[in-house]
């Protein structure tokens, strides 16, 4: 394998480049339906690549999200193959928005999915679950370092349901931290002396209000869902992440992808959110 310049150095390049933007390719029905497309295998091309052709050679991360893909079976799959060629090739970094949390050899299989040159969903980061352990995210943990792969953990999601494990309280943590506080703390050991960002970042809602509770200083990325249809604005970012909000990456979603079919509204809408972005964090 030959590995990339790591992920962190790669996302933050791009993110000066390109503006501090994330879009996620989310082809849920209605919004196919919105865009005056059926609900199948067409439709689905249609969409995705009206998404990369409009955007891929201007947007610095994008972060399709595998579910939607995978309900079509093996031809979603195909298209999602093309859609990471695509935006990697138009040189754009793809996240890869999948979740995936296991123990052992099945943690490997999944992170050789996603993180292996080799695998035709190659990505350049992946998203994942840690809640087997973050031990259980080593083999991931190990290609990526050895890929120039990136990983974002889920730490503090913006769903209200994730609050009942991630911020209980460690009885066994002799400084009483929460769930959410411990993945941290792994995530900064993990980017440690690691210049101008570290490759291991979290997922932290953009929605969530005052986290001045939790040290978000990880030098590494914080991928933030929420801006846009779930409520929270650009504007909102230096009150949640404070001293790390240099290091957000906010996506943005149906923010965008509403203002389809046409590519001209959509490049509008994604410049609208980088500027706003841009002006909130002081880029």
Not at 35 to 51: A, I, Q, Y
Not at 110 to 134: I, K, M, R
Not at 136 to 161: H, K, Y
């Amino acid at each position: 394998m030959s590995p990339l310049e790591p992920f962190g150095a790669r996302l933050r390049h791009a993110m000066d480049a390109r503006g501090p933007l994330c879009v996620g390719i989310d082809s849920h029905g209605s919004l196919l339906s919105a865009w005056g497309l059926n609900d199948d295998v067409p439709g689905l091309e249609r969409f995705t690549r009206t998404v990369v052709e409009a955007l891929a050679d201007r947007v610095a991360v994008f972060k399709p999200q595998s579910a939607f893909f995978e309900r079509f079976g093996s031809r979603g799959i195909a298209v999602l193959e093309k859609a990471v060629a695509d935006l990697r090739e138009a040189g754009a970094l793809v996240v890869m928005d999948a979740k995936r949390g296991d123990i052992g050899s099945t943690m490997a299989a999944y992170a050789e999915t996603f993180l292996h040159e080799d695998s035709p969903l190659f990505a350049d980061a992946l998203t994942v679950s840690p809640y087997l352990g973050y031990g259980s995210l080593e083999p991931a943990v190990d290609l990526a370092r050895r890929s120039g792969c990136g990983l974002f953990v889920l730490a503090l999601t913006s769903n209200p349901e994730g609050a009942e494990v991630q911020r209980a309280v460690r009885t066994e943590d002799p400084a009483g931290r929460t769930v959410a506080a411990a993945m941290l703390a792994h995530l900064a050991a993990d980017n440690a002396g690691q210049t101008p960002l570290g490759s291991f970042g979290a997922v932290v809602g953009a929605t969530l209000g005052d986290l001045s509770a939790y040290d978000l200083d990880i030098n590494g990325p914080l991928l933030a869902p929420g801006i846009g249809a779930q409520g929270a604005t650009p504007a909102d970012l230096p009150s949640v992440f404070g001293k790390a909000v240099r290091n957000v990456v906010p996506s943005v979603s149906r923010g965008v992808l509403r203002h389809g079919p046409d590519a001209a509204p959509l490049r509008a809408a994604a410049e609208r959110y980088a500027d706003e972005v841009r002006a909130a964090v002081g880029a």
